[in-house]
């Protein structure tokens, strides 16, 4: 996961069940955290997710662009987590 599923400071991953995904959350959480990183920004399509992730880690936007730090976005993709869609973003005039 370390290899294949970040880019740059960012992770972006899918689990089959949420207790994989609570699961891979806690483990490398406390692995980044033993070198003294700490992950920011978690979202998740299932509410169940954050019960035991404090609030100030967690991301607050309610849709999310898949896009890079210089703002070019990735096919235009949007994802909106609370009813788990991308969307495309129109940008015409």
């Given amino acids: 996961m370390l290899i294949n599923d970040f880019y740059v400071d960012d992770l972006l991953s899918s689990n089959s069940t949420i207790e994989d ?9 406390s692995l980044l955290q ?14 169940t997710f954050f019960d035991n992730i404090t609030r100030e880690l967690q ?11 210089d703002g ?14 991308l969307q495309v973003k ?3 005039t």
């Fill in 21 to 29: 995904a609570i699961k891979v959350q806690q483990e490398i959480s």
């Fill in 90 to 92: 129109n940008n015409t």
């Fill in 34 to 47: 033993t070198a003294g990183f700490t992950l920011t920004k978690w979202a998740s399509n299932h509410s």
């Fill in 72 to 85: 070019v976005t990735t096919l235009g993709l949007l994802w909106n987590p609370t009813n788990d869609q």
């Fill in 59 to 69: 991301e607050t936007q309610q849709t999310l662009s898949l896009n890079n730090e």
